[in-house]
């Protein structure tokens, strides 16, 4: 994953025409963090990728910041893009996300406090 992040953070520089200092600037690091980063000696922080991706004008590799997926499509689009997945595989996972969603309530239900579960409490009576 390291690779994919140095080279996601090259090509977006590159791309965008923005320097290694300025990336340094946007987000309050010294330089040579920056060039530990792309050397792969030190790790990109779970906090930075965002400011990276807005630095750099393109989504995270990782997609911390995506919304949920939210239709058929979107799911079918999904899985499509797993590796070794074939159609039918796609069709049966399809089908299962689709059983499952389906099955949960549109609305949780509120529950009343009559709904509730009590812990019993053993009281033994002292024998005679």
Known sequence: MTEQLIFWIKSGL???GKTQSALAEH???AHPQITQILKGSRAVKVNELPKIAEFI?????????EVPIQS???ILQTLHR???LD???VEVVFSVIDTVINRQ???PARSSSDD????ATLHREPKP
Do not use: V, Y
């Open 14 to 16: 590159k791309r965008t």
């Open 27 to 29: 987000l309050g690091l």
């Open 57 to 65: 004008e393109t989504a995270s590799p990782l997609h911390f910041d």
């Open 72 to 74: 058929d499509k979107e």
């Open 82 to 84: 797993i590796e070794g």
């Open 87 to 89: 159609q039918r595989g």
């Open 105 to 107: 309530p549109s609305k």
């Open 116 to 119: 509730q579960l009590e812990l």
